[in-house]
């Protein structure tokens, strides 16, 4: 796909893309300004991409079926574990604004270069970039109306639901390092309720409540 509105298109025949909300905020934040110089060519495939330390921007089909699911309204605060490039922080902080988005990431080298990259965000003041383990959560800032986990993790990490709102929603793949079923985790009065969304490959969660590294 040679542009920004091919690709949307394609995400939005293929009903990847179904409301507007999601749709003007993939064509409101250029996936172009989060991947690596030498893939700028590529910014508009529906394919993963790799943006250092053996990690991957998540490919758009991907990205829009997390956004749908995560029903994101203005005003919400929001968690994303895996800021990776910071292109999903900032279509998050687009659907929640003026609400507000932190995001962990563990690798320094990541890290930096997702503070750079949100200064392109149309309200970069509102997303916090915490370097950490985000299998932990960040409970400076909780409880959350969303959190977002873009890794696969071999379980729902405790912390997290503690930190989620109650009548909050997570977006979370769980299973093993390579291979996971992507879960949408309702926190009611009367306990958990998981919804499976079907088959998913993300890179593995680290940390106290992830994988260890023997598993990759
Ligand atoms: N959301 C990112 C984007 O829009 O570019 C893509 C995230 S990438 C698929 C997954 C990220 O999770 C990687 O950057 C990886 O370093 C990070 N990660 C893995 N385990 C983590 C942990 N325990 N805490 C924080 N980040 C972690």
């Excluded at 639901?161 to 009611?188: A, C, F, R």
């Amino acid at each position: 796909m040679k542009s920004l509105e091919d690709l949307v298109n394609y995400l939005q025949s293929e009903k990847y893309i179904k409301s507007e909300r999601v749709k003007s905020a993939f064509l409101n934040i250029d996936r172009k300004k989060f991947v690596p110089y030498v893939y700028k060519d590529e910014a508009y495939f529906d394919e993963p991409l790799p943006i250092g330390e053996n990690q991957t921007i998540s490919a758009p089909h991907m990205v829009a079926i997390m956004l749908e699911l995560a029903n994101i309204d203005r005003g919400m605060k929001i968690l994303e574990i895996g800021s990776g490039s910071g292109y999903n922080a900032c279509l998050m902080e687009y659907l929640a604004y003026p609400g507000k988005v932190f995001t962990i990431e563990r690798h320094r080298s990541l890290y930096l270069i997702a503070r750079g990259n949100i200064k392109s965000c149309p309200h970069s003041e509102n997303i916090q970039i915490i370097e950490g383990d985000g299998s932990l959560g960040y409970s400076d800032e909780a409880p959350y109306d969303r959190i977002i986990v873009t890794c696969g993790a071999p379980d729902v990490p405790s912390p997290l639901l503690d930190q989620l709102k109650l009548n909050g929603l997570m977006i979370i793949p769980i299973g093993g390092s390579y291979i996971q079923e992507l879960y949408l985790i309702k926190k009611t009065g009367n306990g958990i309720e998981k919804f499976d969304e079907g088959p998913v490959a993300f890179v593995p969660l680290r940390g106290k409540y992830g994988f260890s590294k023997d598993f990759y």
